[in-house]
T-cell receptor, first 112, second 112 residues
Framework: KNQVEQSPQSLIILEGKNCTLQCNYTVSPFSNLRWYKQDTGRGPVSLTIMTFSENTKSNGRYTATLDADTKQSSLHITASQLSDSASYICVVSVTNAGKSTFGDGTTLTVKP | DTGVSQDPRHKITKRGQNVTFRCDPISEHNRLYWYRQTLGQGPEFLTYFQNEAQLEKSRLLSDRFSAERPKGSFSTLEIQRTEQGDSAMYLC??????????FGPGTRLTVT
């Protein structure tokens, strides 16, 4: 069964600090892995997209890594801001299929 | 604003009533997806259209759910004889490929 597991479930950090969120998956055959940011009550917004051959992708203060051998990904947030408070969702897609498998997200709270 | 719009944003209905939601994708996007998201969970895939053809449908979708995309542009999701378990956020996304999906703001359904 295709699964995406995210950890931690929730995280509280102080403004300005860095943090790393984890995503492990069992989806096969792998096509791509995406990280989304979802503010409360809003739709998810794409942060990064990585295919099999990519092992790192940056988007401003967000850097995602992918290890396709161990089926693990991480999202590193640098110099956190209050506006980073949101749910971060890892999504993995199989090759040539419309259905994607979503993790349950990590809820990040950045405190002043 | 991703360019994907959903209407209504909120819907409160009584158990047993029918409801219909609308999604307007980004105009040049030929692929359209519907997801359901409950509190603390990631989005769950419901169905996928390529142009007007419904190509995939989740087993989660009971006979009470139906989706259409009559002219390959906007889409509707109808839930008949709503149940309290249908209370969730219903998300629509559109794309030109399976990778970069753009999500709408969602429709929050509350069944009383």
């Amino acid at each position: 069964k295709n699964q995406v597991e995210q950890s931690p479930q929730s995280l509280i950090i102080l403004e300005g600090k860095n943090c790393t969120l984890q995503c492990n998956y069992t989806v096969s055959p792998f096509s791509n892995l995406r990280w989304y940011k979802q503010d409360t009550g809003r739709g998810p917004v794409s942060l990064t997209i990585m295919t099999f051959s990519e092992n790192t992708k940056s988007n401003g203060r967000y850097t995602a890594t992918l290890d396709a051998d161990t089926k693990q990904s991480s999202l590193h947030i640098t110099a956190s801001q209050l506006s980073d408070s949101a749910s971060y969702i890892c999504v993995v897609s199989v090759t040539n299929a419309g259905k994607s498998t979503f993790g349950d997200g990590t809820t990040l709270t950045v405190k002043p | 604003d991703t360019g994907v719009s959903q209407d209504p944003r909120h819907k409160i209905t009584k158990r047993g009533q029918n409801v219909t939601f609308r999604c307007d994708p980004i105009s040049e996007h030929n692929r359209l997806y519907w997801y359901r998201q409950t509190l603390g969970q990631g989005p769950e895939f419901l169905t996928y259209f390529q142009n007007e053809a419904q190509l995939e449908k989740s087993r989660l979708l009971s006979d009470r759910f139906s989706a259409e995309r009559p002219k390959g542009s906007f889409s509707t999701l109808e839930i008949q004889r709503t149940e309290q378990g249908d209370s969730a956020m219903y998300l629509c996304a559109s794309s030109t490929n399976h990778y970069e999906q753009y999500f709408g703001p969602g429709t929050r359904l509350t069944v009383t």
